[in-house]
Nanobody, 124 residues
Framework: QVQLVESRGGLVPTGGSLSLSCKVS????????AGWFRQAPGQEREFVGG????????MFADSVRGRSTVSRDNVENTFYLQVNSLKPEDTGIYFC?????????????????WGPGTQVTVSS
């Protein structure tokens, strides 16, 4: 059974940067597409960014495009999210997710495996 665990989030100032990692166990990352989602209080979970199996290409939500990166280390079985120039609206619980497949996936229902989530709060 594939399991995912995010690194700890925390409190970050506006304009700062967020760096999260997601460790994969029970499976190999090189067979998984990987994504990041977040959920703000009272809102639905939304896609942040993701990478295909090869890791050679990434995609992002409009809200973070141009200030975010998603990367992966298949040897370490870990993938990463970095978001720069943080805004208060970036606050939320961040989830990593993964699934088998060679396509692009940005819907919550597309993903099979989920981390428990980690709280990120951007202070204004």
């Amino acid at each position: 059974q594939v399991q995912l665990v995010e690194s700890r989030g925390g409190l970050v100032p506006t304009g700062g940067s967020l760096s999260l990692s997601c460790k994969v166990s029970g499976g190999t990352l090189n067979s998984l597409a990987a994504g990041w989602f977040r959920q703000a209080p009272g809102q639905e979970r939304e896609f942040v960014g993701g990478t295909i199996v090869t890791g050679y290409s990434t995609m992002f939500a409009d809200s973070v495009r141009g200030r975010s990166t998603v990367s992966r280390d298949n040897v370490e079985n870990t993938f990463y999210l970095q978001v720069n120039s943080l805004k208060p609206e970036d606050t939320g619980i961040y989830f990593c997710a993964a699934r088998e497949g060679n396509g692009w996936y940005w819907k919550e229902a597309d993903y099979e495996y989920w981390g428990p989530g980690t709280q990120v709060t951007v202070s204004s």
